[in-house]
């Protein structure tokens, strides 16, 4: 149990936290959010010890295990799978506590070692540091390339791995979907909700957080306040509980305006003078109740394009891919792609890691010459893209307007200084060098760049790392209105989920149009994966062939129809077992969505909070089981 008492924190003069008085119970997965700045990060070094209170005190068990993600990787010669072996520290020195000994000849020694890695599981380390690499994207062949060879985006998934092979009792992750594609983001949720320990995770991902966390933590001017329940959840209650403030607050305002009325007529008459000072004592007794005060939300519009042709661009029987370098030859990733774009299309793309999207996008844009076929484009065509190194290639040292003069150098500075007011760029931040920006800042300057163009086709490959919630709910609204067509690649499925209107699928060479929704293909990518298992057992295995009997193949037959009726009559009882706990999870929300409750006494509410966890790990661990019988059924 962690618990933080009248805890408050300053950063410079600034006053960012205060009078925090919360108690986080072992294994809850909590999900901290508000605005960028609000102090997510330095509860977070305070946590690890970075940083300490100016008030109050925060209680952590002495020997809690703690693993977080780096937010540095050292360009190491180590094989990408030892450097996320090392993430167990203590497995680490066992192993090297062997080596010594093997190399001294200490045969105690090695026993010693031998016997504490075992009680580490520690000779299935790799197998386990493997699978958190497949799962973040890693191909098996990338596994034993040094660190040093890795891109940032890739160096910060290795670090991922590190701290999920680390044994810990709290684990800290702060966005870790950034440079997240969709597969590994499912992947990650998934583990994540095995996870045994507490977790506390920031992330600006709103189905992430609705798909892990149960329990929500919303930092808000300087105080905290905890929620039952996930995002989505918590959305509904602080909705709710400002509804009722400011219901309160009108109501205290019209009998404070009745009281002081009353006061007002009748505190010279004598005959009414002890009423008038009972109404003066009832004023000053109001709680004084304050308004909700409307935080004014960030909007942003794309403009509506001066030309938007019926068809943009297309690609005829295309392969697509990268030409050869010194005469090597070129490298296809997708063949005889037939992929065409009319306006208004708005087309999610969806696919594993490494299959392809990024390069059909480079394509579309033509940044990448078709290997064969042919990219049409239409004389009026005007592309907006942005990809995964857009904001990195922003001039160091310029500034916002710099940026924005480079693309109109003949426009008046005034024109330009509105268009970047516009998007939250005023007075002088305008002229503040980019080398101060957050990653959020830098995302939003590259969109405000494109969006000056008035294209009338976005391309846009994973435009919300480093976007806040509030940011990437205002790109949602500002894509849902924007007239041109649209082809966009994204890990954040509440934006693919609002913006797209149609899903095509890259994976095994190929791009075809995806008849199904998010949900849909997260169920694709596990029977994918279930069906490669199986494959590379079948491979592992290579029994030696016979011809079966008559007599075997019956009883063969027979084993299998009962196993079969056996697997229908499990699957229809773990169905009608989900259906009672949907019930009742729907009846404990209902609860926990009730302002009455929090009234109540706080272990009511706790019993509540740990029966819905209950109840959620059952259905999920049911759901899991009927996939698995549901899918050997239908094979």
């Not at 000053?284 to 001066?306: C, I, M, N, S, W």
């Not at 087309?347 to 394509?363: E, R």
């Amino acid at each position: 149990m962690i618990s933080f008492r009248r805890f408050a924190l300053r950063r410079g003069s600034r006053l960012l936290l205060s009078d925090i008085d919360l108690v986080i119970q072992t294994g809850w997965r909590l999900g901290v959010v508000g605005r960028n700045g609000c102090g997510k990060s330095s509860l977070f070094a305070a946590l690890q010890g970075q940083v300490e209170a100016d008030t109050g005190d925060l209680d952590m068990p002495a020997k809690i295990r703690m693993a977080s993600v780096a937010q540095e990787t050292p360009a190491l010669p180590d094989p990408a799978i030892e450097y996320v072996m090392a993430g167990d520290e203590e497995l680490a020195k066992a192993l090297r506590d062997e080596l010594d000994a093997d190399a001294r000849g200490d045969t105690e020694a090695m026993a010693r070692a031998h016997h504490r890695i075992e009680e580490l599981n520690g000779y299935d380390a790799r197998a386990r540091a493997g699978r958190l690499l497949h799962g973040l994207g890693f191909a098996p062949e990338t596994h034993e390339t040094p660190v040093k060879e890795f891109s940032g985006g890739w160096r910060v998934r290795l670090n991922l791995a590190r701290a999920l092979m680390c044994p810990s009792d709290l684990l800290l992750l702060d966005e870790p979907t950034n440079h997240l594609d969709l597969d590994a983001v499912l992947w990650l949720e998934e583990w994540l909700r095995r996870y045994q320990g507490t977790l506390l995770v920031i992330s600006h991902d709103r189905e992430f957080l609705d798909g892990v966390i149960t329990h929500t933590l919303h930092l808000n001017d300087g105080t905290g306040k905890l929620y039952t329940g996930n995002y989505s959840t918590f959305e509904r209650l602080r909705a709710e509980q400002l509804r009722q403030q400011q219901i309160a607050h009108e109501r205290e305002q019209a009998e404070r305006a009745h009281l002081q009325s009353f006061v007002d007529r009748f505190k010279a008459k004598a005959s009414k003078a002890k009423q008038a000072q009972s109404r003066v004592k009832r004023l000053e007794k109001l709680a004084g109740t304050e308004a909700v005060r409307a935080e004014r939300p960030f909007r942003f519009q794309f403009a509506v394009p001066d030309r938007l042709p019926d068809s943009m661009v297309q690609i005829e029987d295309g392969d697509a891919g990268y030409p050869g370098e010194n005469g090597a030859a070129p490298t296809t990733i997708l063949r005889n792609v037939r992929f065409r774009l009319e306006a208004g299309e708005r087309i999610g793309l969806l696919g594993p890691n490494g299959a392809g999207k990024s390069t059909l996008v480079k394509t579309l844009v033509g940044e990448l010459t078709p290997l064969a076929g042919e990219r049409k484009a239409h004389k009026d065509l005007k592309i907006g893209y942005f990809a995964q190194h857009t904001v990195e290639s922003l001039r160091e040292g310029a500034s916002p307007f710099d940026h924005l003069q480079d693309k109109a150098p003949g426009v008046a500075a005034q024109v330009l200084r509105d268009f970047l007011g516009g998007w939250n760029f005023a007075g002088d931040r305008a002229f503040e060098s980019v080398d101060g920006f957050s990653g959020g800042e830098r995302a939003r300057l590259a969109l405000a760049l494109i969006a000056w163009d008035k294209p009338n086709l976005l391309l846009l490959d994973e435009p919300t790392n480093h976007l806040d919630l509030d940011m990437r709910e205002a790109l949602a609204d500002a894509l849902a209105e924007f007239d041109g067509a649209l082809v966009l690649v994204s890990h954040d499925r509440h934006l693919l989920g609002m913006v797209s209107d149609s899903f095509w699928r890259v994976a095994d060479g190929c791009v075809e149009p995806f008849d199904g929704d998010l949900d849909d293909y997260a169920r694709w990518l596990r029977s994918r994966g279930a069906e490669a298992k199986k494959a590379k057992k079948k491979e592992a295995a290579k029994p030696v062939e016979r011809v079966e009997t008559p007599e075997e193949r019956r009883q063969r037959v027979a084993a299998e129809r009962d196993n079969d009726k056996a697997a229908r009559q499990r699957v229809k009882k773990i169905e009608t077992r989900i259906a009672t706990l949907e019930g009742e999870l729907t009846a404990i929300e209902a609860k926990l969505a009730d302002p009455a409750t929090y009234n109540g006494p706080t272990a009511d509410m706790l019993r509540l909070s740990q029966k819905q966890a209950e109840l959620r790990g059952e259905k999920e661990t049911l759901e899991v089981e009927w996939l698995g019988l549901y899918e050997k059924l239908e094979a």
